[in-house]
């Protein structure tokens, strides 16, 4: 099925599937398949927020406390490191 797009934009996807040395047609179904990859990934972790139970609100004291909780593991596998 032929699909009509803007010459600036062609000259785009012909450039970047060159530059891949892969067809038009392979490139934009590498492009799909990305798409629809990222879409089912972001819904797998929208399931997995809405299963986990209550929500905990983001306020400045949670922020902070997972900050803490970051930087203590980081400093951990740097001490597993040493």
Known sequence: ???????ELE??????ADDEGVTVDHYLERLLREECA????TETLLQE????????EL???EWDRM??????EVNAKLKRRA
Do not use: L
């Open 67 to 72: 900050e803490r909780e970051a930087v203590g």
């Open 11 to 16: 000259n785009r996807i012909r450039s970047r």
């Open 59 to 61: 306020n400045e004291e």
């Open 1 to 7: 099925m032929p699909i009509t797009v803007q010459s």
């Open 38 to 41: 990222a879409i089912a990934h």
């Open 49 to 56: 927020a809405a299963d986990s139970g209550d929500y905990i």
